[in-house]
């Protein structure tokens, strides 16, 4: 099985529930990176997100 890209918002933003997965890193990234902006307010940089966010599952 290939491995996946996961972000966990509730363990970054406590009372989110948003997670995104994906097998493809870049799309992880960008859906991550959107969700952040768009329901949080904050900019993540992709190697921010790609280094201190995404899980490999
Ligand atoms: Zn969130």
Redo the contacts with the bound molecule.
């Keep these: 099985m290939a491995d996946a890209y996961k972000l966990d918002?509730e363990s970054?933003?406590g009372d989110?529930r948003?997670i995104v997965q994906s097998e493809d890193e870049t799309e992880a990234i960008e859906l991550a990176k959107k969700?952040?902006r768009e329901?949080?307010g904050q900019d993540y940089s992709d190697d921010e997100l790609r280094e201190e966010h995404l899980q490999v599952v």
Excluded: K, L, P, Y
């Design positions: 918002c970054e933003a989110c948003f969700h952040m329901g949080h």
